[in-house]
């Protein structure tokens, strides 16, 4: 394989933003469990439980940003000459030749966009995030090197739309 063209992180903007809107959903749904529960035991309200929950969920998010900017910075996705370099679901490199892809796909993991990329050289799947920091350009150099109606090309436009 050949030396990097461009190298890509992913937008931590964008991730906070997602992981916001999936804690609020899961406080809603636990206050309005601290809720049932405490009416069905006869001890609603007990607001200390509430302030714990939120406490909680605030320590949870907090928590997952940081990790997410640490793991931003760890695993950069690298597109090079002749393929890609990207990690799998569970954060392991792989690289691939743009030749050996059989397949990409838009998916969702965790409410998060990803191109799947399979390829007949692994049986590992590239997971690569659609939500780069410099996404167009990403598109930009994959449409240099494939061309605008190569398969891999629409994968990524197709999450732009």
Known sequence: MKQAVAVFRSDIEFFQKTLKAHALKLAVLVV??????????????????????????????????????????????????????????VGRYVTVRWSDVTQARLMLTGGFPYVYIRASTTRRTLTVPTWLTEMDQFRQVLQSQLGHDHFITRAFSDAAT
């Open 32 to 89: 309005i469990g601290i809720a049932t529960s405490q009416w069905n035991a006869n001890t609603f309200p007990e607001y200390s439980t509430y302030v714990m929950a939120v406490v909680a969920i605030v320590l949870l998010y907090v928590g997952l940003v940081f990790i997410a900017r640490l793991l931003a910075k760890a695993f950069p996705v690298e597109l090079l000459s002749d393929g890609i370099r990207c990690y799998d679901l």
